[in-house]
């Protein structure tokens, strides 16, 4: 995690590379939605600018494939969005790599912004091709990758150009994300508590296995808990279920015991006889879920089990959210432990990206938190342990 960040780099007069996170969403019209990931870019780039560094910036959008993709997927709603939030002074090319970038970059001043098209139109990204690495390194003085959500993939743009420039560094929202997930790895605040939600145990084998290594408990809440019941001979109605993560379930039960680690299973749920928002329903404790009904939230003595536990720690890693929170009526287990974590100032809470972060988002509790992820799959592997090649490509302190 020892990298060079954006704070120890010369930047007056370089030609700045820098991978950013513009993957946001779109009206139907083609103007951003959603300009989150682009604002959370602003300070790398205000600093660049502020230091007179020559700012060339790419990232991919979507994930096009065809012609009719192309047109979709064109840079030119971004560059209008960074516009308006940088005051101007932002030149969009047609182009990755090429005489027209090439040409574009030469005749940039201190404090320009170039933005590259889509990287994701030249076949090469993806392939981490060698040579369109290299034309990508030629272009720059300095690399700075600012994208969290693209370093687990190993892409031309990611790791390819970050091992054939002098220097390669982490942006502010690279540096934050390493330094939060490089605590709890290496070292948390104790007692380290992990919650994980979501859907299906088959899916977080890897991230369970090590976090049994580094936690001091671990709630399952979510989908996955009904796998984690039914192993232990409850019924569960129509509950999801992941006939794959039987056996995880269980080992994963008997490796918490023999550690010494506190497992905790929801005691209770709200159960719906139907997905469905408007769907009847009604409170059972975990061996009352009867056929024609499903569990869609944790119950209130969940709730109160789950808000003790958490009370106790001094860090909380949450990925996963405990409920369909998408729906209101089987969000309140998913806003309760969001709000304990909001309100409380003893306890460092680092919260996964993607469903995880969208929750927070919703209840409007993500400015209260630690941290939130702003990489789904990318703070999933680095739960997991492994390692992430955008980071590892970018120099060594």
């Known amino acids: 995690m ?10 007056k007069g370089k030609r700045v590379l820098m991978r950013v996170d513009f993957n946001v969403p779109q009206n139907e019209d083609g103007t951003v939605r959603d ?3 682009i604002r959370a870019a602003m300070p790398s780039i205000q600093l660049v600018r502020e230091q007179g560094g020559k700012l060339i910036l790419m990232s991919h959008l979507g994930r096009p494939k065809t012609d009719a993709d192309k047109a979709k997927f064109k840079m030119d709603p971004v560059a209008d969005r960074l516009r308006e939030l940088v005051g101007g002074n932002v030149t969009k090319v047609d182009a990755v790599v090429g005489p027209e970038v090439e040409k574009t970059v030469a005749a940039m001043q201190p404090g320009d912004i170039v933005l590259l098209e889509n990287t994701r139109f030249e076949p090469g990204e993806t392939k981490n091709d060698e040579e369109l690495s290299r034309r990508l390194a030629a272009l720059a003085d300095v690399y700075v990758n600012d994208a969290f959500g693209s370093v687990h993939r190993a892409h031309a743009s990611t790791e390819g150009v970050a091992r054939l ?3 390669a560094a ?3 929202l690279v540096a934050k994300e390493m330094e939060f997930f490089g605590k709890v790895l290496t070292n948390p605040d104790r007692p ?3 919650i994980l939600g979501g859907a299906k145990v088959a899916d977080k084998i890897t991230v369970i296995d090590n976090l ?3 936690v001091d408990t671990l709630i399952i809440g979510g989908g996955m808990a009904f796998t984690f019941l039914k192993t232990q001979g409850l019924e569960i109605g129509d509950s999801l279920l992941d006939e794959k993560g039987l056996e995880v ?8 015991k023999a550690r010494g680690i506190e497992l905790l299973l929801p005691v209770d749920f709200v159960v719906a006889d139907a997905f469905d928002n408007n769907a009847n329903t009604k409170v059972v404790a975990r061996d009352g879920i009867e056929p024609g009904w499903q569990g869609l939230d944790i119950g209130p003595k969940t709730i109160d089990l789950f808000t003790q536990a958490i009370k106790k720690s001094k860090m909380v890693v949450w990925n996963g959210p405990v409920g369909v929170f998408e729906m209101p009526n089987f969000a309140k287990g998913t806003l309760a432990i969001a709000q304990l974590l909001a309100d409380s100032d003893a306890i460092t809470s680092v919260i996964g990206g993607g469903d995880t972060a969208a929750a927070v988002n919703q209840f409007g509790l993500s400015d209260k938190m630690s941290h939130v992820s702003t990489g789904g799959g990318a703070s999933l592997e680095m739960l997991e342990g492994k390692t992430l090649p955008g980071l590892a490509a970018l120099t060594d302190k």
């Not at 020892?2 to 930047?11: E, F, G, P, S």
């Not at 379930?249 to 918490?256: E, H, L, N, P, Y």
């Open 212 to 214: 049994l290594n580094l």
């Open 170 to 172: 982490a942006g502010f």
């Open 35 to 37: 300009d989150t990931r």
């Open 2 to 11: 020892n990298k060079l960040t954006i704070k120890d780099l010369d930047l």
């Open 249 to 256: 379930a269980q080992a994963v039960i008997d490796k918490a």
């Open 165 to 167: 420039v002098p220097q």
């Open 192 to 194: 380290l508590l992990a």
